[in-house]
């Protein structure tokens, strides 16, 4: 399989509430303050409605339920929802910690993002399936998204 690169995102995080241990393991919850996001076909904000809803097992492994909201530089709404993986090592939990930079490569970090919208100037979004890899950083996480190309 071959994939096309498609955009970086940069979103801006609040340090994370920590709802603690539950039936399912420890959640905590990013909020979403800001970020950018850039690519061939598109770039533009991420606005500050969405959250990470990570739930952190006893196997150290963190799973993404994130949801947020793109703005593009001409005005169109863009809704992204992503399930991920997020191996909680000590680079991760340095970097969230405001201790450090992770790299991309650093521990297992990949989702699933999925976009909605009804601008038809970004209709095509609608339509792809991408894959995403991230690194963490003190206040923020960066990703690099891609989608498979035809053919």
Not at 12 to 23: D, I, K, N, S
Not at 45 to 68: E, F, T
Not at 86 to 94: F, I, R
Request: aromatic share 10%; proline share 6%; glycine share 12%.
């Amino acid at each position: 399989m071959k994939l096309d690169f498609l955009m970086s995102v940069e979103a801006e995080l609040r340090p994370p509430q920590a709802v603690g241990r539950g039936p399912f393991g420890t959640r905590q919850i990013f909020d979403v303050t800001g970020g950018s996001f850039e690519g061939p076909r598109l770039r533009g904000k991420v606005l500050p409605s969405g959250a990470d809803w990570i739930l952190i097992g006893d196997d150290g492994i963190g799973r993404l339920d994130v949801r947020a909201t793109l703005e593009t530089h001409d005005g169109a709404l863009i809704y992204t929802q992503y399930p991920g993986i997020l191996e909680m090592n000590d680079v991760v939990v340095a970097a969230i910690n405001g201790e450090r930079e992770a790299e991309f490569g650093d521990c297992y970090f990949y989702t699933q993002p999925r976009y909605e919208t009804g601008d038809e100037r970004y209709s095509w979004m609608n339509r792809i399936v991408a894959i995403a890899e991230g690194k963490v950083g003190p206040s923020r996480v960066v990703y690099r998204v891609y989608t498979p190309l035809q053919g």
